[in-house]
């Protein structure tokens, strides 16, 4: 029967070329089950929950040709765990693109996921998020493209343990990447920023009480890192928004529409900490005078800038290398200020110390 499943008897691997093939192939799926889905255009979107691999054998989802991924409006998956999902197309959601939650941290949990080579895109305005992380623990997000999303292109919601690498953002809503109801230990490294929104990173946020993970948490998010990454527009790459302990380092910021960062606080419930503990070093920010607010940082209220440290960045205006001095909330360590980088966009090379191009890991 034609797009019916046909099994390999030696490694568990189904291959799969209709929607009621793939659902039958989610609900029976195995620990070291791999799932191949054909290229084409598959009507609807995808829901699964309960896919539990094991350490030593995932469950593994993708398209069966890396060069032809097949389409679909969108994904959800809950409640999964040791799970691998790449090499899919997922196009003209009316929600989000790719949703991976732990059913509102009920069960036990969803942990353990690799998502790669996903390509989401035109989405609503809005609330409509590209990659949706919700309660995910161990996680890894790398080699995706995330193209005009409405809301984030990558929005986690108490998500821990988690890295996001060699994602590619373009013509974003509001914002690239957002970590916040007391997601911890995140890094994003070595990502493009293009046109993402009002905020490029996010870290932290403003999130109900009854969503955080775990419930209790003081922060919107602690101990996050931003390194590697090139940022092009834009109205501010990076915001401190209710963090507790965060690093950006090594990145390129180039052409802000008004401000490099910010440090800000949108949750105030009693016991919640002030924005606090940013690093901000070795960066490397080009701007123009007409397109920089405020020194190009901009602070607000019931926040702890004293506690921010910064150094080594190099920072450039463009039009007025005289006017390169940022205005910062304390005083910067071996800051380079007015000296051209002779930054290349499409390469990110510079000749500058600091910023993407001079990133090691």
């Known amino acids: 029967m034609i797009g019916w499943l046909l099994l390999?008897?030696?490694d568990d691997t189904v291959r799969v070329s209709s929607m009621i093939d793939l659902q039958r192939s989610l609900?029976?799926?195995?620990?070291?089950?791999?799932?191949?889905?054909a290229p084409g255009t598959y009507e609807g979107g995808v829901y699964a929950e309960n896919l539990r691999g094991t350490k030593d054998r995932k469950i593994i989802?993708?398209?069966?040709d890396p060069a032809n991924p097949p389409v679909f409006t969108s994904w959800q998956l809950s409640r999964v765990s040791d799970l691998e999902i790449g090499h899919l197309r997922l196009k003209g959601s009316k929600s989000n693109g790719l949703n991976i939650d732990d059913g509102g941290?009920?069960?036990s949990g969803t942990y353990n996921i690799r998502m790669h080579n996903v390509h989401v895109s035109d989405l609503p305005r809005g609330n409509h998020d590209g990659i949706k992380l919700s309660g995910v623990e161990s996680f890894v997000v790398e080699d995706c493209l995330i193209e005009r999303w409405g809301g984030s292109g990558i929005d986690m919601v108490g998500c821990h343990l988690g890295r996001i690498e060699k994602v590619v953002l373009r013509g974003g809503g509001d914002n690239g990447i957002q970590a916040k109801g007391g997601s911890s230990d995140i890094t994003i490294r070595r990502c493009g920023f293009f046109g993402a929104g009002q905020r490029g990173v996010n870290l932290g946020g403003s999130t109900g009480l009854e969503f955080f993970r775990p419930l209790g948490a003081t922060y919107e998010a602690k101990n996050l890192t931003v390194e590697g990454c090139v940022f092009d527009g834009g109205v501010a790459a990076v915001a401190f928004v209710g963090v507790d302990g965060a690093t950006v380092r090594f990145n390129t910021i180039h052409r802000p529409e008004r401000w490099a960062f910010r440090i800000l606080q949108e949750t105030t419930a009693p016991g919640f900490v002030p924005c606090r503990n940013g690093r901000f070093e070795d960066n490397l920010i080009i701007f123009s005078s007409d397109r920089w607010a405020s020194g190009g940082v901009n602070v607000g209220g019931n926040t702890a800038?004293?506690?921010f440290r910064f150094a080594r960045n190099h920072w450039f205006c463009s039009d007025r290398p005289s006017a390169s001095r940022p205005q910062l909330p304390v005083a910067e360590a071996d800051g380079v200020y007015g000296a051209d980088p002779q930054f290349d966009l499409p390469s990110g090379k510079s000749r500058s110390k600091a910023g993407a191009g001079a990133f090691k890991h």
Request: hydrophobic share 40%.
């Open 8 to 10: 390999c008897a030696f």
């Open 27 to 37: 609900r029976s799926a195995k620990p070291g089950a791999t799932i191949l889905i």
């Open 61 to 64: 989802i993708r398209g069966a």
């Open 105 to 107: 941290g009920k069960g």
């Open 305 to 307: 800038p004293e506690t």
